[in-house]
């Protein structure tokens, strides 16, 4: 199997940014990356102008060939990934890939994911992590198989979590490790080093294995009868998107506006408020009492406008009036 790595014939498929950097480097060090695959293009925004995957914008810069199925198991697209005659797929943030796929090329198929398998299987293993307080992540490389993030293991690397990081700064950690763990799996395979490690190996009997299901908009809002570090590592872990969400009721006619949470401040205090209690000067701070202490607010969005700090947003708000839907 030992092969110059970089004669490899690769297709790339991918969607996000995270896979558009991943892409990126691998181009820049020199792979041979045959063709892409990447979701159809969409309308989005107020405009609902036509856009494209970070990944597709990054192979039209590099006149890499672009496939965007809306079927994968369709024939066409079938066959015209076997015309192409791939040694090897990588995965990095795509859709469940059928078996007749995957097992296509000779060195197989394998993905990054962004947690320490077997832990955080899912769509959104950097939020939970973070939402769930945890201080040491990490990145996976492994062979696609039937199921879901569940395959052999060729690489794993830890991340740490700082007390400070949201989604976004977590985020740009990993692509960048990520991409590095990428160049790794490909230099192994051709040259025949694999070692491969079953998840069921990294288990102890009876391990209850952690979760990342894909986040609604209807699974962001804050439960405020929770503790304050509880509070603190939701927002952060929802952070820029698709954020923590809270629901302001007006004292007088019950109006009620929702407004988004981007970045909060812990303080740890006893006190007797009922949780949900605002405490403001109307000037420069909010704080919300829960469990264990308060949630300050530092960054905000309401509904329909602009991201601001509190002190933006209370210079044209009275929050007086309003209560803490909870």
């Known amino acids: 199997m030992s092969e110059n790595t970089k004669e490899i014939k690769i297709i790339f498929m991918g969607t996000p940014e995270f896979a558009g950097f991943c892409l990126e480097k691998l181009i820049e060090n020199g792979f041979n990356i045959i063709a892409v695959v990447t979701v159809a293009d969409k309308k989005s925004g107020r405009g609902q102008k036509i856009s494209s995957s970070p990944v597709k914008e ?44 995957w097992q296509m090329p000779q060195y197989g198929t394998f993905n990054l994911h962004a947690s320490l398998l077997p832990d955080y299987r899912g769509a959104a293993p950097i939020n939970h992590a973070i939402m769930n307080g945890e201080k040491i992540t990490g990145l996976t490389t492994f062979f696609i198989d039937e199921k879901i993030d569940t395959g052999n293991i060729v690489l794993r690397k830890e991340i740490e979590i700082s007390e400070e990081d949201d989604f976004q700064t977590l985020h740009d950690k990993m692509k960048s490790e990520g991409a590095e763990l990428i160049i790794q799996t490909i230099n192994i395979i051709g040259k025949g080093n694999l070692k491969l490690i079953k998840q069921s190996d990294l288990m102890s009997p009876n391990q ?54 981007l970045k909060t401040k812990k303080i740890f205090q006893i006190h007797n ?54």
């Open 208 to 261: 209850e294995i952690k979760s990342a299901s894909k986040i609604f908009p209807e699974n962001c809002f804050i439960n405020w009868l929770s503790e304050t570090e509880k509070i603190y590592n939701f927002v952060r872990g929802l952070s820029p998107y698709p954020c923590a969400r809270t629901i302001l009721t007006d004292k007088e006619n019950g109006k009620e506006i929702l407004f988004k949470i």
């Open 273 to 326: 408020y009922k949780n949900g209690t605002i405490i403001s000067d109307n000037k420069k701070f909010i704080q919300i009492a829960c469990n264990e202490g308060f949630i300050e607010i530092e960054v905000l969005q309401p509904e329909g406008k602009k991201v601001m700090n509190t002190k933006e947003f209370l210079n044209g708000f009275d929050i007086t009036g309003y209560l803490i839907k909870i």
């Open 58 to 101: 990054i192979a039209l810069k590099n006149n890499l060939p672009v496939l965007q199925p809306t079927n994968l198991q369709s024939d066409y697209f079938i066959q015209t990934l076997h015309e192409l005659k791939p040694d090897l797929f990588i995965v990095v943030a795509f859709r469940m890939l059928p078996k007749i796929i």
